[in-house]
């Protein structure tokens, strides 16, 4: 169907692909991977005819139909959703403005209505807003929602609609640039879906692994001006790369050894008349060898540390009976939700649930309309999403940027930090104000993980980001000592990070006291995407539970209440305790700040006996510190166990 044949191209002197080839057959699902810059995005321009090739060509079986779908920026005029979704082709297009200018402004003219609506209905257009609809609602658009002007929409959304014309249009060959970038989760499960029965070829660049693991039967990776393929998903993909990298090296290396053998002879007998020429054979034995150069790493995992933020009490955030609603639109009222230190959250629902409005209520972003948010001892919230851009520094440098932080950290340890989320290089030296919107996302994501409060809140942080960044992000987290609370819709992400699941439905929140599968599996759902929609229950649903239903004596009913009864005075007693050793280790570290801004001031020192009576004060607080600290942690770790 597409015929990738020996094309050669450089850009500034760079060579991005040299004597490349590839064959893209009919209902093939290939994943095109590579780093940042490799020539992806370029060669879905040669493919498309947008760019030319320097050398080879590039053709199409007779017929083919192709549809793409950009990273960004598709556009949107006057037409209605529903209009772009079925705006197949020119002539579609053509008959639709006519239609809708003779029912508004020509009503009288009957002749040329009826033309245009016969031709319209031959071509099934019809037929087609019927599947367009189909396909708008399983992207989250509501009913309404299809006959509103497509510019009066954000463009994550004018993305969904171009992408519904697409699956209206079903084209051979569906070319798609990170796909899933403007999706919620339960749009992504639906799309997902959609594609495992696509009759057409898939070739897609995409940086969310579950989503090319679900979808693809191969993926070609562009590397040192090269295509490589590889049979299977992305797992796969890794396992074989990794293989064949050691084969490489190990060619690599051997041939280095058959060099270093050759050029010991060439040194030892080049100066003797009778083994000259036996040195010189040698030489142009060298010469000869096709040369193999030494693989490259890119898919390393790159360790870094960052600072941890201070310890917080057990119970870290706390909303009790809060109603938020927009207008008349009650999204809650009279919720309960708390978190606790060390826990990594994950909201999921259907869309429209108010998972970011819970998110921001947590954030103290939105003003409360009712209840209580109390954070708790040691608590400080941080909070990830598209304002945080609003506070960076147009006129610095990413670098000075990054490095505007109250930590103490290394240069080379922000470097290698910025380099994880994609500036390399010169990057570096990049004014802020020129930055894109993902590249000032990025940035602002640095500058949280440089200085991280120790309640972090976070609305799909991994927009922009590539597959060895978001690894990156990954164990950034995992290392990181606080709390999570996030939304994401990359299920690996959700996958590797949470051990705690909140799903948001119908004003309710369950909580799962496990990870994203035992959420799955506890919903008992067909799908993924079924248990987003799941109608939500009150209780917590807990992890691995030991007590199984069975018929119990009045006697056995007796005793377990009384252990229930035990229990809960034991908790109560703990938390009393928590609540005591916090207060006192809030005080103490309020006095040692008052002492040690009074050492530092001038006039301290001009009372005899003064700085020597405020240090004997200082070494006192920092002994009680030192004391309570340790019963404060025993303490709560007592309290963990009893919950």
């Not at 403007?182 to 660049?205: C, N, R, S, T």
């Not at 599996?521 to 229950?537: C, V, Y």
Request: glycine share 6%; proline share 4%; net charge negative.
């Amino acid at each position: 169907m597409l015929t990738i044949s020996q094309i050669s191209k450089s850009f500034g002197g760079r060579t991005l692909f040299e004597d490349v080839t590839l064959q893209v057959n009919r209902e093939d699902r290939i994943g095109l991977v590579g780093p940042n810059g490799a020539g992806k995005s370029t060669l879905f321009s040669l493919i498309l005819q947008t760019e030319s090739p320097d050398d080879g060509q590039i053709t199409f079986q007779r017929n083919v139909t192709v549809g793409f779908l950009p990273q960004e920026s598709a556009p949107a005029g006057d037409e209605t959703v529903l209009e772009l979704a079925t705006a197949i082709t020119p002539e579609i297009v053509k008959l639709q403005k006519l239609i809708k200018a003779w029912d508004s402004d020509h009503p009288t003219e009957v002749e040329h209505h009826d033309d245009a609506h016969a031709r319209f209905d031959e071509l099934g257009g019809y037929q087609l807003e019927s599947k367009a609809k189909q396909i708008l609602s399983g992207l989250s658009f509501r009913e309404k929602d299809f006959n509103r002007p497509a510019r009066e929409m954000s463009g994550g959304w004018v993305m969904r609609a171009h992408l519904a014309r697409l699956l209206v249009q079903e084209p051979d060959l569906l070319m798609l640039d990170e796909p899933t970038n403007h999706l919620d989760l339960e749009a992504l499960l639906w799309f997902q879906e959609y594609l495992q029965g696509y009759p057409g070829a898939i070739l897609m660049i995409s940086h969310d692994r579950e989503f090319l693991n679900q979808l693809v039967s191969s993926i070609v990776e562009i590397r040192q001006s090269q295509i490589f393929q590889y049979r299977g998903n992305y797992e796969d993909y890794l396992v074989q790369r990794e293989a064949n990298e050691e084969r490489l090296l190990t060619a690599y290396k051997n041939q280095q050894k058959e060099i270093a053998h050759l050029m010991e002879f060439v040194e030892r007998f080049r100066a003797k008349a009778s083994k000259a020429a036996q040195a010189q054979s040698k030489l142009k034995q060298i010469e000869r060898m096709e040369k193999l150069e030494a693989p490259e790493s890119e898919n390393k995992k790159i360790s870094f540390t960052f600072p941890q933020p201070q310890r917080s009490g057990l119970k870290v955030i706390t909303l009790e009976a809060v109603h938020h609603a927009y207008g008349d639109n009650v999204v809650y009222s009279g919720i309960d939700f708390q978190a606790e230190r060390g826990q990594r959250t994950v909201l999921v629902g259907p869309n429209g649930a108010g998972k970011s409005t819970l998110l921001k209520i947590l954030a103290g972003a939105f003003p409360l309309q009712g209840g209580t948010r109390e954070l708790g001892h040691n608590v400080k919230a941080g909070y990830y999403s598209q304002y945080r851009v609003e506070m960076l520094e147009p006129r610095r440098t990413v670098l000075e940027e990054a490095l505007d932080t109250p930590q103490r950290i290394t240069e080379q340890s922000v470097r290698t930090l910025l380099g994880c989320f994609l500036f390399r290089g010169d990057d570096v030296f990049k004014k802020v104000s020129v930055l894109s919107g993902g590249e000032k996302s990025r940035l602002a994501l640095v500058k949280l993980l440089l200085d991280p409060p120790n309640l972090l809140l976070m609305d799909e942080p991994t927009t922009h980001l590539d597959i060895p960044s978001i690894d990156a992000l990954i164990e950034a987290l995992k290392q990181f000592s606080g709390t999570v609370i996030f939304i994401s819709h990359d299920v690996y992400f959700i996958r590797a990070l949470a051990n705690h699941v909140v799903h948001v439905n119908a004003g309710r929140l369950t909580h799962y006291a496990g990870d994203y599968q035992y959420y799955l599996d506890k919903t008992k759902a067909t799908s993924a995407r079924e248990a987003l929609t799941a109608g939500a229950k009150v209780e917590v649903v807990r992890q691995d539970p030991t007590e199984k239903a069975s018929f119990k004596t009045k006697e056995q009913k007796r005793q377990e209440a009384e252990e229930r009864q035990a229990r809960s005075r034991e908790r109560k007693d703990h938390q009393q305790l928590v609540h005591k050793l916090e207060k006192e280790i809030h005080a103490l570290e309020q006095k040692q700040v008052e002492l040690t801004a009074e050492l530092e001031k001038p006039e301290t020192y001009q009372t005899a006996g003064r700085a020597m009576e405020i240090n004997r004060e200082l070494v006192h607080v920092q002994d009680k510190l030192a004391e309570l600290t340790p019963k404060w942690e025993q303490a709560s770790l007592k309290l963990e166990a009893s919950a």
